[in-house]
Structures are given as C-alpha cells and as structure tokens.
C-alpha cells in the first residue's frame, strides 16, 4: 500500500517539481543557453509521457512568443489520492483543477533551441537553464523554487557513444542530477539529448524506491 500511494505521489509530484523549480546557472547571471530556435517550439508540437493515474493527459504548444512557449497541458486526475496531494502542492495556484472531477489546466513555458532548454516556471517569469547541450560534467546551477526551497543541477554523465534505449533506438544523453529535499524526494534525475530534447525525468524517493517516465515530442531539435 506505501509504494502505491508514492506511485501515484510521485507522479503529481514530478509535475509540481518541474514546475515549481526555477535554476540559475552558479557560475553567471546568464540564463540563457543561446542558440537557435528549433520546430520543438513550434505551435501544435505535442509533448507524450505515461503518467499513471491520469487520464487524457496532453501537452500541446499553444502559442510562440519571441521564441518562448507557453505549453498547454490538460488531463484528469483519476485517483482520489493524488488528487488530495495536488490539493497540498498547489499552494501557488499554478495549477486550475477542479476538486470534484480532477480535471486539470496549467500553463508551462519554455524555449527551445539548438544549444538546449531554458525553463520559465519560477514565479518572477525569469528564465532557468534545465538544459544546456554544451555544458560538460560537473556544470552546477543552483536553484530554488517558488517555496523558497534551493535546490542544485549538475550535469553528472554526458555519453560518448549511443547507449540510452530510447523507443526503438539507442541515443546519446546527457544527465542531470537534481536535490534537494522536495517532499519526500531524494533528488531527480533528467536525460536529454540534443535532437530529442528532454527525454526522461527519474524521480528518486526517500525511501529507496524510484519511478522513471519517457517524454517524446513530435517535433525535433533537427
């Protein structure tokens, strides 16, 4: 019964995570990765994962403004469970959701380019690198979100080869570790890749256990 409430815990909370995490690169004031935008950003790319405990979840980019993306992301909470912990985390109304049915809107935005993915989920709007493709082992951002909560991302692996199972093909990624003591979270793990963007998201529990969730886009980088 414990692991089947953090299945469905740890699903609401990589999307609050990803939301609520803002990161500032520790070394400069930059917060962008530079670059040029790709047709990921496009109007109508859609954005697919399996999220347990959700039904008729999308993620569709609805508008481009000056190369940032404000994606639009729909879908239904089916567990009461789940349901009660987005009552807990939507403490900054980020997210409309509507108690009774579990049907939920939020708004996410983000640019994506040639050289990586900058993230603009903090409250203040500014930008946050989650990914920049250049970047070699041991970069570090710091971070913190909009609870105040600092967090770091440092890139621990960048492969060599192509060696990720991605669908029916293998890729290279580069890693990003992320802590930080977010409601029973150890730390999350991204992969991403210069093509596919923002791959993978593994979330790793306090109590050991971990749930790891594919992200495909439609559109590419190249």
Known sequence: MKKFIYFFMTTVIVLFAFIYTGCKKSSSTDTTTGGNP???????NTFMGSITGMNNFTAVIKSNTNGISTIG????????????????LNSNSLMNINPSTGVFTVDLKAKFTDAGI???????????????????VGAKYTCK?????????????????????????????????ET?????????VYRTNHKFGLVNITVYLQDGSFYSFPVYSTKLNQ
């Open 180 to 188: 930080g003591n977010f409601r029973g979270i150890d730390k999350v």
């Open 145 to 177: 979100n909009a609870e105040g909560h600092t967090y770091t991302r440092e890139v621990t692996a960048k492969s060599t080869t192509d060696d990720y199972p991605y669908s029916s093909m293998l890729i290279k990624t580069t890693t990003i570790k």
């Open 73 to 88: 992301c729909t879908g239904t909470i089916t567990d009461s469970t789940m349901l009660s912990l987005v009552g807990l």
């Open 38 to 44: 790709t047709p990921m950003g496009d109007v109508g």
């Open 118 to 136: 900058v993230d603009y989920f903090s409250n203040d709007g500014s930008g946050s690198i989650l990914s920049s493709f250049s970047e070699v």
